[in-house]
């Protein structure tokens, strides 16, 4: 059967997005991914010194996505379909490229963990990330900040005559376009992934890649890759060698026998370097297998555990009694703790692939590791030998230039800013002007002028750009309040934090909206060790919003993450007065917001309500922007009650008291 792709409508209960937060984010990423340092004194050698190159400092530009909520009704995704007769691909280009569903024809099995809802949690880089599926992750340790963002998509001859989807974008954290090349070969069982991710700059890049696939976790899957050794690492932030598959007294290749949340970094054996792969095979021996050529050689399992944390985590994510899923993973570098240089000019190609795999049970779940791997080997080489994909990246690169023809999906509008900016030729992936919209039309004008415009209209200010080429312009641009915060910001993120007080300063003596730049100047006073002038700061800034604020969600938004922002820092300044003022001028919604119910239980607390802030608990509330690792709900209710942590709030992704991440001293 030739191979199809037709576009399609895909219905799943789903919370909405809501509006980006719109204050930059002046705060370094949460480090739950970072490495203690004292953890680094025996790593290999090349490995140390990937895990300490260009480790991501800031989120700037992108802007953080926390307005999603947890109330669910049905809607409608774009999706397109990719079909050949024995392979179903469902792929979603406005949410980051992900393929929602793999599908077996011939025996009708979903090979991939498919999400029954879509439920944006805060696991991204910069927020609003959602399980399930294929997911293309690029840009730093992390989920991509593209989670929930949409793709260009377009159909593109493939190598075999047929026709491929190709998904491309601009990646704003490190300056970088990519692309995803998708196509099924005519009687293929395997779907086939070209990437290649480019440096058209004269510097060199930082590069980060893994593809993360969800797999069901049921009691008899277990996850086989080349490997006798595995870098294991938890939420306690250690990096340890471990050997595979028995460790602690368990055989952590089986996805629900470990306790928490943990990572399995495979040391991929030298003989499979060449085709590096990973298989989730169920207790019949079924399963899916990704394979890939060298480049990308990394190879992980993710397991939420079978504790209390981690099986809340999974209800959270998806929809409670519908089965809880693992992660087998493929990256550039051994471990996602890893950046990998890009040259300036060059560029990383690869080919994965995608497919069934079936291998004799009685092997893949007998008690000698080397002959379970071995049996996986063995069904692999039969279906997907390594020369078939080496030969497929090949004849695949003849094809990565080629202009892309109809159009499925549109992305965003700043890769073309950059490309004109820049004047690169990208073939293959075109950043077309027409794709410009408003959250670039200032930053047009600036490069074309010399001149960055005032708003037509009041609002909160726009996304910023922080690339050096961007803070250049800015420096030389007419000094007006608006520039003098953008140029701020530029500076604040190259490290220049005493020029970036002085811009937002200078803009402050004449600006008409003062509460951007005071909140600005709030962040640098917190994390320069003087929490009294950060609470003056923000007090006032919020003062400020309250008065200038209008209708609409942009500013309902701003009102919202400044309140958020001031009421924490104040609460920490020891002035629950000032922060019960900014409670008392918050919209009656945004106080029902989980974010506001905890604060209103801390602000409680602080005034001498003890009982109160506890009925606040007890009565319930969901905390829709919980961030990965966060403990602030178990860290408040001990400060509330000796009672033992309701099972609610229970997320906590590592065990206490200096214990291991699989339970044990």
């Given at each position: 059967m030739a191979t199809t792709v037709r576009r399609a409508l895909l219905t799943l209960p789903a919370a909405p997005l809501g509006p980006d937060n719109p204050l930059p984010a002046l705060r370094a990423p949460d480090g739950v991914h970072a490495l203690d340092e004292r953890a680094r004194h025996g790593l290999p050698r090349d490995m140390a010194r990937q895990i300490g190159y260009e480790p991501l400092r800031s989120l700037l530009p992108v802007p953080i996505r926390d307005g999603y909520g947890r109330e669910r009704a049905e809607r409608e995704f774009d999706a397109v379909?990719?079909?050949?007769?024995?392979?179903?691909?469902?792929?979603?280009?406005?949410?980051?490229?992900?393929?929602?569903?793999?599908?077996?024809?011939?025996?009708?099995?979903?090979?991939?963990?498919?999400?029954?809802?879509?439920?944006?949690?805060?696991?991204?880089?910069?927020?609003?990330?959602?399980?399930?599926?294929?997911?293309?992750?690029?840009?730093?340790?992390?989920?991509?900040?593209?989670?929930?963002?949409?793709?260009?998509?377009?159909?593109?001859?493939?190598?075999?005559?047929?026709?491929?989807?190709?998904?491309?974008?601009?990646?704003?954290?490190?300056?970088?376009?990519f692309q995803?090349?998708?196509?099924?070969?005519?009687?293929?069982?395997?779907?086939?992934?070209?990437?290649?991710?480019?440096?058209?700059?004269?510097?060199?890049?930082?590069?980060?890649?893994?593809?993360?696939?969800?797999?069901?976790e049921g009691p008899g899957t277990r996850v086989l890759a080349p490997a006798d050794e595995a870098w294991h690492f938890g939420y306690e932030r250690s990096l340890r060698r471990i050997p595979v598959p028995e460790w602690e007294g368990g055989d952590r290749t089986y996805p629900t026998r470990s306790t928490y949340p943990a990572d399995f970094f495979y040391e991929v054996r030298d003989a499979d370097a060449g085709r590096p792969w990973i298989a989730s095979l169920d207790a019949d021996g079924h399963g899916l297998v990704q394979a890939s050529t060298a480049r990308l050689r990394g190879r992980k399992l993710f397991?939420?555990?079978?504790?209390?944390?981690g099986r809340r985590w999974q209800?959270?994510?998806?929809?409670?009694?519908?089965?809880?899923?693992?992660?087998?993973?493929?990256?550039?570098?051994?471990?996602?703790?890893?950046?990998?240089?890009?040259?300036?000019?060059?560029?990383?190609?690869?080919?994965?692939?995608?497919?069934?795999?079936?291998?004799?049970?009685?092997?893949?779940?007998?008690?000698?590791?080397?002959?379970?791997?071995?049996?996986?080997?063995?069904?692999?080489?039969?279906?997907l030998p390594a020369e078939a994909l080496d030969t497929a990246h090949k004849a695949w690169r003849g094809c990565a230039d080629t202009a892309p023809g109809e159009r499925l999906a549109?992305?965003?509008?700043?890769?073309?800013?950059?490309?004109?900016?820049?004047?690169?030729?990208?073939?293959?992936?075109?950043?077309?002007?027409?794709?410009?919209?408003?959250?670039?039309?200032?930053?047009?004008?600036?490069?074309?002028?010399?001149?960055?415009?005032?708003?037509?209209?009041?609002?909160?200010?726009?996304?910023a750009?922080?690339?050096?080429?961007?803070?250049?312009?800015?420096?030389?641009?007419?000094?007006?309040?608006?520039?003098?915060?953008?140029?701020?910001?530029?500076?604040?993120?190259?490290?220049?934090?005493a020029q970036a007080v002085r811009s937002w300063e200078r803009g402050l003596s004449l600006a008409p909206s003062r509460w951007p730049l005071l909140r600005c100047l709030a962040v640098a006073d917190a994390l320069a060790g003087d929490p009294a002038r950060a609470a003056d700061r923000y007090a006032e800034a919020f003062a400020d919003l309250a008065e200038e604020s209008r209708g609409g969600e942009h500013w309902t938004?701003?009102?919202?993450?400044?309140?958020?922002?001031?009421?924490?820092?104040?609460?920490?300044?020891?002035?629950?007065?000032?922060?019960?003022?900014v409670w008392e001028r918050l919209r009656p919604a945004s106080r029902e917001q989980g974010r506001f119910r905890l604060l209103a239980a801390r602000l409680l607390a602080a005034e001498g309500h003890v009982g109160a802030a506890r009925r606040l608990?007890?009565?319930?509330?969901?905390?829709?922007?919980?961030?990965?690792?966060?403990?602030?709900?178990?860290?408040?209710?001990?400060?509330?009650?000796d009672a033992a942590l309701p099972p609610a709030y229970d997320f906590r992704m590592r065990p206490p008291g200096g214990r291991d991440a699989d339970g044990t001293h």
């Open positions: 379909v990719i079909e050949n007769g024995l392979l179903r691909v469902t792929v979603l280009p406005a949410l980051g490229g992900r393929i929602h569903s793999l599908v077996h024809l011939p025996t009708g099995r979903e090979l991939l963990y498919r999400n029954p809802v879509f439920q944006p949690a805060n696991f991204a880089l910069n927020g609003a990330w959602f399980a399930g599926g294929i997911e293309w992750n690029i840009g730093a340790t992390g989920h991509t900040a593209l989670s929930c963002a949409p793709l260009h998509a377009a159909l593109v001859p493939a190598p075999d005559g047929g026709v491929m989807v190709r998904l491309w974008e601009w990646e704003r954290l490190r300056d970088l376009p995803v090349d998708l196509w099924l070969p005519a009687d293929s069982e395997f779907l086939h992934v070209g990437v290649r991710v480019r440096n058209p700059h004269e510097r060199p890049a930082p590069v980060y890649w893994w593809s993360n696939t969800a797999v069901p397991v939420w555990g079978a504790g209390a944390g209800e959270w994510l998806t929809e409670p009694g519908t089965g809880g899923y693992a992660e087998i993973q493929a990256g550039l570098a051994r471990t996602q703790l890893e950046h990998v240089r890009l040259e300036p000019g060059a560029e990383f190609s690869w080919l994965e692939a995608y497919g069934p795999l079936s291998a004799d049970p009685a092997r893949v779940h007998g008690p000698a590791w080397a002959d379970a791997r071995g049996a996986a080997t063995e069904a692999l080489d039969a279906v549109t992305g965003s509008g700043w890769g073309a800013l950059e490309v004109l900016c820049g004047g690169f030729d990208l073939p293959g992936t075109p950043f077309e002007e027409s794709t410009l919209g408003p959250a670039q039309e200032p930053w047009l004008t600036l490069w074309r002028t010399g001149v960055l415009p005032a708003p037509r209209k009041a609002a909160p200010p726009g996304e750009l922080v690339a050096a080429h961007w803070r250049d312009m800015l420096e030389t641009a007419p000094a007006d309040p608006l520039t003098e915060y953008h140029l701020g910001v530029a500076q604040w993120h190259a490290g220049d934090t938004a701003a009102e919202s993450a400044l309140g958020r922002e001031a009421m924490t820092a104040l609460l920490a300044a020891g002035r629950p007065a000032a922060a019960r003022e608990f007890e009565d319930g509330f969901e905390l829709a922007d919980l961030r990965e690792g966060e403990e602030v709900l178990s860290e408040v209710w001990a400060a509330l009650s």
